[in-house]
């Protein structure tokens, strides 16, 4: 068996509207609604992320809407109606892996950037690869880089729960991940400084 190191272990506890939906666009397994639990977990090497699967999924009543296996990285999201079952199956996983929530790594921010009064032609680029909502000129645009790349869906949904924003894209998977965050720009710093704020305060080890 290979050893596994954990990237992101990471629980939510009601998925937004917008998140819920935009994970539909990437999903390959079964859809979550708005208001479900889910639990994202990101490995390393990603082939084994095919055994945990089988380990969450026999723990308990969840159901799977996305799974990526790459050769350096996987990533599994589960999700259910019940946090008490995400939460076991998550905690399942970690009984495998025989590791605790302190063993996977602490987000680290690359880049934040904001980008007001959005031109047209700008806002056509992002819309041209996005799979969420569109971002529309005028609009202010967040842009956040982060590493392991899991989080970036945690990261979305907490901008959605802190104000009227909407969800461009997020890219939760290989080596960075990235969201695109659009809306008025008194609406979009709200987003910004809580998605910074919420991500400081998730505890792991130290990327070096």
């Given at each position: 068996m290979n050893k596994v190191d954990l990237r992101t272990f990471n629980f939510i506890d009601s998925l937004q509207l917008q998140m819920a939906s935009f994970m539909c666009t990437i999903s390959r397994g079964y859809f979550p609604v708005g208001g479900q639990a889910c639990a994202f977990i990101e490995i390393s090497p990603g082939i084994e992320?095919?055994?945990?699967?089988?380990?969450?999924?026999?723990?308990?009543?969840?159901?799977?809407?996305?799974?990526?296996?790459?050769?350096?990285?996987?990533?599994?999201?589960?999700?259910?109606d019940s946090q008490a079952d995400v939460r076991q199956a998550g905690e399942s996983v970690l009984t495998e892996l025989g590791l605790t929530t302190?063993?996977?790594?602490?987000?680290?921010?690359?880049?934040?950037?904001?980008?007001?009064?959005?031109?047209?032609?700008?806002?056509?680029?992002?819309?041209k690869v996005r799979f969420g909502n569109m971002v529309l000129r005028g609009d202010t645009l967040f842009v956040l880089e982060i590493e392991p790349a899991g989080?970036?869906?945690?990261?979305a949904n907490?901008?959605?729960k802190a104000s009227n924003i909407k969800i461009v894209n997020v890219t939760g998977y290989g080596k960075y991940g990235r969201?695109?965050?659009?809306g008025k720009e008194a609406e979009v710093l709200v987003s910004k400084e809580i998605?910074?704020?919420?991500?400081?305060?998730?505890?792991?080890?130290?990327i070096s």
């Open positions: 992320i095919n055994r945990l699967t089988d380990v969450a999924l026999k723990a308990t009543d969840v159901v799977p809407g996305i799974q990526i296996v790459e050769r350096s990285f996987g990533l599994l999201e589960v999700h259910a302190a063993d996977r790594l602490k987000p680290r921010v690359l880049t934040s950037q904001l980008i007001k009064n959005i031109s047209d032609h700008h806002a056509q680029l992002v819309n989080y970036a869906f945690y990261a907490e901008a959605e969201i695109y965050i659009a998605v910074e704020s919420r991500l400081s305060d998730i505890d792991g080890r130290v």
